[in-house]
Structure formats: structure tokens, C-alpha cells
């Protein structure tokens, strides 16, 4: 179970992929609470142009710093469009994502083959990332994590009641920039090496199938990362083995994602079971008493 | 040779059959707040799509059970306590997406058709996905103008029209069902991305001139037929991307109507 990851590729994607636990845990968590679900799936969209113009501008060094202005860019609008409250924020959200996933398209479409570019846009790079995409994941996580910390408990009571958020004294329209912004360099911290597919999945799928297990913040964000770790873990293996010894290309973003589905599902039937259970304890309670 | 023969000519009648479908359904994904469903559906639907590719089967038949299988999911896990409809929605979306694309990874030669899905071909439609749309959209039209009303009222307060004895439930399941059959329908055609906008865009920036629904309609209808037309025109002369040029003159008509609403607003009032 060890022996694969002491190949240095291998070894790598599983130190991206625990530093992407520890930040997706916690994050999730609030992406779960204020239903950002949409906001995260759009921010992995609009990232990609900027991406392109960071390509275009300075090389494979680029791409760093055009996904970040895209991404903090999209958080800004976001927030902004959302306040005002002109449109849904719902259709808001469809618009930004396809009109700067569209620019983004647009831009790779004058070239004359760019498929390759939106496949690797799609699944990431998870075996070949490098130290030094390592070392960037890190220092955004680290500074991720800071950021949070100092907000969490002020963006949960905005979340549970923004009324009472108001009255002691919170500005929620910068609450609410602060975690789009939180979301917005979580995307960038993970999107190149792990792809959009993989960045969703991360932010949406653990802390709902934690929800399940428990109502409590912190125990969420531990059991969110405890599933990321493990799906991880088991899904760079699986794709290792399918292709070492059977030869069959099996995606290993793809693979995690599907795992973390597989662990969700698993613990809604045992939540059902659960709940049934203590129902039929109940009544039988209640017929003695 | 006929006038159906040349590319440009079935493209542009596909936009405007596209755009009208795009528009009926739209009205109802913006009033709603569907949006984020539409797009997991559009993801959804992409495993069922690979797979009957890799059968031999019809597309449209695979992404319509695939599509039937997430509106259920969607519903089902919405039931649960604590999993919001966005959570519920976003795991589906996931799921679906990695499904579809680990399915493609496996095959070597697909990564053509990956980039077709997401962005579409509408320069190489052919005379049978004409046929499928105008028929889809005749299909809609008719029931959407039947079913007008009950799904108005559904739509704006549920629990009154249940206790008129209006079943809210049926109702938005049949509107569900209408819009995973318009997505499957203009997917393959025109791509997922584009498909999204065309919904969301036009309706919306109708909604900001009007609160009737029959006008919001209209006005859906004619600019998604319009951002078609002009997307398409930009395309063939700056030689890009259809489906993103179609996408952007929709966000266009959005904006613009964003900005000028309130000069006509002072007008009026």
C-alpha cells in the first residue's frame, strides 16, 4: 500500500493532495452552510481565461498570476452583483461563469489545436506536479488558512443569522467577500494541478457527506479532510494499479472524485439506517412507558 | 443542391431553433432559480452521453437517462436533513462529471469530442439534429402554453396553490423533465457551456424589462434568436469559437439591458 508512493511522481500528487485535505476540510465546510456550492463550481470556470492571458503573457510562470486576478476578480463581481440583488444571484452566477469561460475559449480558439489545453484545464496535471507547484499550494494554503481562522466564527453566525451578524456589528457584505475570496484562492491553489473536476468535488462533496454525520463545525472540517485523505489516498492507488497491471488509463482526479461519491453515498444509508433505528427505539420506549 | 446543403445555412436555422427552445425553457430556469440545476444537468448528462457513444446508441436517448436519473437524484437527496438543494445539486454535478470524464480518459481518440461537448459544433449540425430540435421545440411550446398557468402559480407560491388542490410536486417534476429534455436536446448541438447561457442570459435580461410573463417570453425568445445570429455572424468572421461568440453576444444583450433599464424606468414613472 506504501510502495507506489515512493516513486517520486507518486509521492507528489499524494503531498498535493494532503495539503488540498487540510484547506478543502474547513472551507467546505463553510462553502456548505452559506450554499456556495454554484460559487465554487463557477470560480473553477472563470479561472480559465485568465489561465490563457497568463499563458499567453509570460509563459508556464504565468498562469499562477492569471488565475489569481481571474479568480479574485470573479470573487468581486460575484459579491457585487449578489448585493445589489438586480438579478437572482443564481442566474448572476450562470452569466459571470459562461460569459468569462466563453472569453476564455475564445482566446484558445484562435490557436489552431487547443483541445489538449482544455483536456488538461479538465483533469489537471495530478501526476506531474512539480515541487515548486508544491510550494505554491503551500504558501496558499498556510495563508488560506490564516484568513479563515480570523473569520470563521464571524462568517458561520452570518451564515446561520445574518440579522444577529448585522447587530454585533459585521459588515456582511465583506463577510461575504471575504469567503468568495477564501473559495476564489482555494480554486487557484488546486485548479492547476488537480483540474476543475477535482476542485468541485473537494469543495462540495466531503462536507456534505460530513454533514451527515454530525451538525458540529469543527467535527465537519475534520471529517471533510479525513474523507479527502482517504479518497486520495485509495484513489492514486487504484489508478496506479489499473494502469501499471492492467493497462487501462484510469484518471486519477477522476478516480478521487468517484471515491469521495462512493464514501457520501455510504454514509447516507448508514445516516438512514441510522434515523430508523432510533425511531423504532423510540417507539418502542414509548409503548413501555 | 439545396439550401440545406451548405454549413452556414443549417447552422443558422439550428441557432434560431435553438435560440427559440432556449428561450421558453429560460423564462422559467430564471424565474425559479434553476440555474445551478440546469448546469448540473448539463454535467450530468455527460456520462450518459459517453456511454451510449461508447454502445452505439443514440446519443439523445442515453443523455435522456441519464437526465431522468439526476432529476430524481436531486430530489431525493434534497429530502434529506441539512443537505441544501445547492449540496445536493453540487455532489450530483460532481459525480456526473467525473463519471463522464474518467469514461473518456479510458478511451484514447475522445479528446475531440470532450471539447466539441463543452464548447459544441454547430458548423457541422446535421438535417436530423434540425428535425430533433424543431420538433423538441414544438413538442415544449405546447406544453408549456397548456400547462401555463398551474406552473405560474406553482412557481410563484406553492403552498397556496397545494391547498387549491393544485399538485405543486407534479407540476415542477414535469418542468424539470422539460428542461433536462431541452438541455439534451441543445447539448449535443451547441455544448454545454453555450447551452447554459442561452438559458439563463436572455431570460434574465428579460425579466429586468418586464414582470409579465407572456412579455418576458417574448422578449426571451427574440434575444436568445438574436445572440445566436450575431454570435454566429462574429464567429464566421473572426474566426472563433462559436459556441463562446454566441455565449458573450448573450452576456452582450444582459449587460446592455442592465444598463439602459433604468434611463427607460425614469421615462416611464
Not at chain 1, 187 to 198: E, K, M, P, Q, S
Not at chain 1, 247 to 253: E, F, K, M, N, R
Request: proline share 3%; hydrophobic share 60%.
Amino acid at each position: 500500500m506504501i510502495e507506489p508512493f515512493t516513486v517520486p511522481f507518486m509521492g507528489r500528487a499524494l503531498a498535493e493532495i494532503v495539503l488540498l485535505a487540510v484547506i478543502c476540510g474547513p472551507v467546505g465546510v463553510l462553502v456548505l452552510v452559506r450554499k456556495l456550492s454554484f460559487v465554487s463550481d463557477a470560480l473553477t470556470h472563470t479561472v480559465f481565461p485568465g489561465v490563457v492571458v497568463g499563458f499567453l503573457a509570460g509563459g508556464l510562470d504565468g498562469i499562477f498570476l492569471g488565475a489569481l486576478v481571474a479568480a479574485l476578480l470573479t470573487a468581486v463581481v460575484l459579491t457585487l452583483l449578489t448585493r445589489r440583488g438586480a438579478l437572482s444571484d443564481d442566474a448572476s452566477t450562470a452569466v459571470v461563469l459562461t460569459a468569462m469561460f466563453s472569453v476564455g475559449v475564445v482566446l484558445v480558439s484562435r490557436r489552431s489545436s487547443y483541445t489538449s489545453d482544455l483536456t488538461s484545464f479538465l483533469f489537471g496535471r495530478l501526476l506531474t506536479v512539480t515541487m515548486q507547484q508544491i510550494a505554491e499550494t503551500a504558501a496558499l494554503a498556510a495563508l488560506i488558512l490564516a484568513v479563515l481562522a480570523a473569520g470563521a466564527r464571524a462568517m458561520l453566525l452570518r451564515a446561520f443569522d445574518p440579522a444577529a451578524a448585522t447587530a454585533a456589528g459585521y459588515r456582511v457584505f465583506w463577510l461575504d467577500l471575504w469567503l468568495n475570496v477564501i473559495v476564489a484562492l482555494v480554486v487557484v491553489a488546486a485548479v492547476r494541478a488537480v483540474g476543475t473536476i477535482l476542485v468541485v468535488a473537494l469543495l462540495i462533496v466531503p462536507a456534505a457527506a460530513a454533514r451527515l454525520v454530525s451538525h458540529r463545525p469543527m467535527v465537519m472540517a475534520l471529517t471533510g479532510t479525513g474523507l479527502i485523505l482517504l479518497a486520495g489516498w485509495t484513489g492514486l492507488l487504484a489508478s496506479w494499479y489499473a494502469s501499471v497491471e492492467h493497462g487501462i488509463a484510469l484518471a486519477s482526479a477522476s478516480g478521487v472524485v468517484l471515491l469521495l461519491v462512493a464514501g457520501y453515498l455510504m454514509l447516507l444509508v448508514l445516516s438512514l439506517v441510522r434515523v430508523r433505528s432510533l425511531a423504532r427505539i423510540r417507539s418502542l420506549a414509548r409503548v413501555r412507558s | 443542391m439545396s439550401w440545406w446543403d451548405d454549413a452556414v445555412h443549417r447552422a443558422v436555422a439550428e441557432v434560431v431553433l435553438a435560440g427559440a427552445l432556449a428561450g421558453f425553457v429560460g423564462v422559467h430556469i430564471v424565474v425559479r432559480r434553476l440555474s445551478f440545476f440546469t448546469m448540473a444537468l448539463t454535467h450530468a448528462t455527460f456520462p450518459g452521453v459517453v456511454i451510449a457513444a461508447l454502445f452505439g446508441v443514440d446519443l439523445l436517448l442515453g443523455g435522456m437517462a441519464t437526465g431522468v436519473l439526476v432529476v430524481l437524484g436531486v430530489a431525493a437527496l434534497t429530502r434529506r436533513p441539512g443537505q441544501n438543494a445547492a449540496a445536493a445539486t453540487g455532489v450530483v454535478l460532481s459525480a456526473g462529471f467525473a463519471l463522464g470524464a474518467g469514461l473518456v480518459a479510458t478511451q484514447n481518440s475522445f479528446s475531440r469530442d470532450l471539447s466539441s461537448y463543452l464548447v459544441g459544433s454547430i458548423l457541422t449540425v446535421t438535417t436530423r439534429d434540425l428535425v430533433i430540435t424543431g420538433g423538441v421545440l414544438t413538442a415544449v411550446v405546447a406544453i408549456l402554453s397548456l400547462s401555463a398557468r398551474p406552473l405560474l402559480y406553482t412557481g410563484f407560491d406553492p403552498a397556496a396553490a397545494t391547498a387549491a388542490g393544485v399538485p405543486a410536486g407534479a407540476w415542477t417534476l414535469l418542468l424539470l423533465i422539460i428542461i433536462e429534455i431541452a438541455v439534451v436536446t441543445l447539448v449535443p448541438a451547441v455544448g454545454t457551456i453555450l447551452a447554459i447561457s442561452l438559458l439563463v442570459a436572455p431570460a434574465a435580461a428579460a425579466r429586468l424589462w418586464s414582470t409579465r410573463l407572456p412579455v418576458i417570453t417574448l422578449l426571451a425568445v427574440l434575444f436568445a434568436v438574436a445572440s445566436g445570429l450575431l454570435g454566429l455572424y462574429a464567429s464566421t468572421h473572426l474566426n472563433i469559437a462559436a459556441g463562446a461568440s454566441i455565449a458573450l453576444a448573450a452576456t452582450t444583450i444582459l449587460v446592455l439591458s442592465a444598463v439602459l433599464r433604468p434611463f427607460f424606468k425614469e421615462r416611464n414613472s
